[in-house]
């Protein structure tokens, strides 16, 4: 297997001191490739917050730039121009990117730049509390004239403010600022004045509060509830398919002989198509059909084949949880390269931080206590510290990454610069680390096709 051919999982293959592999333009297009050329701060780090739908796909984020590299606030036009080099409006040719701007932004038309199908500006009227409403208005027309659509935070039923309510396509609210029984009110005579107007509510933290909020009505969630745990259930039962994979994987990782790894995915039917149709996928280039199991474990190699596993346990379950279980697969393969390619460590210590990145959601993703999970698992000491109490050589990746995720940049700077990384660089590695993920999921769903 030493001479393992780039197949369908070569989007998970991350070796970048290692030798070339074979030419293959699905790896070649996975790979992080340097960011156009703009003004802007190349030092500062792009935070990126999840936005949920009522389906529970990650919809897209919203976007910002807490500070510069000098870790002072950034003016914003380099705010802007920072975004533009972290491709977001690439990003928001498909899905959508939340940007909140000024109002003086949009009067020197700063905001231009970030135009696209999918952007989508946040005006916040708290802070034109200055303005006469017909000015506001003026200025929120002109957003909408770009094409774009447009959201308000900080609006009040006050009929002063009807104007620009009729004007705003999202109505932002935050679950923190109104006791319940308030908040309810307000979703209520949204709904009823204003039947297009898309709700949004941000601090959403359990699952409980979004599952509140969207029977109220609103349409959109932010907050951190994504990628926390929802029901846990101690005795819950893995399915057959996630078993099955979870074996593989410990042959896998105890250097286990081919026949013992055919003879488990053989158990399990839908495995055996998986594996299949992995290794027959166009982007990994066979000439001939691969019609057995041990034709497809030779084609995908043990690295590729092992990633592959662990990412398709986001994939397996199906059913009703499909749409949030793809959304935490996005979420923990960014986390997952990032830790990968932000770390100086040699590559097989690289290898296992990427592995912690996706296995650190797995306890969220199945709803079972981690530990019940780390024991059916042959996984190092090392991944096992880390995994079950944050602890090892390892635990201050993953603090590092989930701060950053949670907008705790400054927090996340602090570990990074205990850990000797180069922190200038980290805005780098944060990008490329997002625009993988993307790209690796672009290719898994061409490839499923």
């Known amino acids: 297997m030493e001479d393992e051919q780039v197949g369908f999982l070569s989007f998970l293959k991350s070796k970048p001191e290692a030798a070339p592999e074979p030419a293959a333009a699905p790896a070649k297009a996975a790979a992080p490739v340097a960011a156009p050329a703009h003004e802007g701060d190349p030092e500062a780090i792009v935070v990126r917050s999840e936005i949920v739908d009522e389906r529970h796909r990650l919809c897209g984020y919203r976007f910002s730039v807490p500070f510069g590299g000098n870790r002072a606030p950034l003016p914003e036009p380099v705010q802007i121009e920072t975004l533009v080099a972290a491709r977001l409006p690439q990003f928001a040719q498909s899905r959508i990117a939340l940007v909140q701007v000024s109002m003086d932004a949009v009067v020197f038309n700063r905001h231009l730049p970030l135009v696209a199908p999918h952007t989508v500006f946040l005006l916040d009227r708290n802070q034109a509390a200055g303005l006469p409403v017909d000015q506001i208005a003026g200025r929120m027309t002109a957003l909408r004239q770009t094409g774009c659509k447009l959201a308000l935070r900080g609006i009040s039923l006050d009929p002063a403010d009807a104007p620009l309510l009729a004007l705003c396509d999202v109505a932002m609210l935050s679950l923190g600022e109104h006791t319940l029984a308030d908040f309810q009110s307000l979703i209520k005579q949204l709904r009823m004045r204003y039947p297009d107007l898309k709700l949004a509510v941000d601090g959403v933290e359990t699952w409980d509060e979004q599952r509140m909020c969207l029977s109220w009505g609103?349409?959109?969630?932010?907050?951190?509830?994504?990628?926390?745990?929802?029901?846990?259930?101690?005795?819950?039962?893995?399915?057959?398919?996630?078993?099955?994979?979870?074996?593989?994987?410990?042959?896998?990782?105890?250097?286990?002989?081919?026949?013992?790894?055919?003879?488990?995915?053989?158990?399990?039917?839908?495995?055996?198509?998986?594996?299949?149709?992995?290794?027959?996928?166009?982007?990994?280039?066979?000439?001939?059909?691969?019609?057995?199991l041990q034709q497809a474990f030779m084609v995908l190699g043990r690295n590729q084949l092992y990633r592959g596993l662990t990412v398709s346990m986001f994939r397996l379950g199906g059913g009703a949880n499909a749409a949030r279980d793809e959304s935490l697969l996005e979420v923990a393969l960014t986390r997952a390269r990032f830790m990968e390619t932000c770390s100086k460590l040699p590559q097989a210590k690289r290898d296992e931080l990427f592995l912690v990145g996706l296995l650190s959601l797995f306890d969220v993703l199945l709803g079972v206590p981690m530990a019940n999970l780390v024991d059916k698992m042959h996984l190092s000491d090392d991944i096992r510290d880390v995994l079950l109490s944050s602890d090892g050589p390892y635990g201050p990746y993953l603090m590092m990454v989930m701060l950053l995720e949670r907008d705790k940049v400054q927090r996340a700077l602090e570990i990074a610069e205990k850990l000797g990384l180069d922190v200038e660089g980290l805005a780098t590695v944060g990008q490329a680390a997002f625009k993988w993920a993307q790209e690796s999921l672009q290719h898994t769903h061409a490839d499923d096709e």
């Open 218 to 292: 609103c349409n959109y969630f932010m907050g951190h509830f994504l990628t926390t745990s929802d029901k846990v259930d101690p005795d819950a039962k893995i399915d057959q398919s996630r078993m099955t994979s979870i074996e593989l994987l410990n042959l896998l990782r105890s250097d286990a002989e081919l026949p013992a790894m055919i003879e488990v995915a053989k158990r399990d039917p839908g495995m055996t198509y998986q594996v299949l149709q992995w290794a027959n996928a166009p982007s990994n280039g066979q000439t001939t059909k691969v019609t057995s």
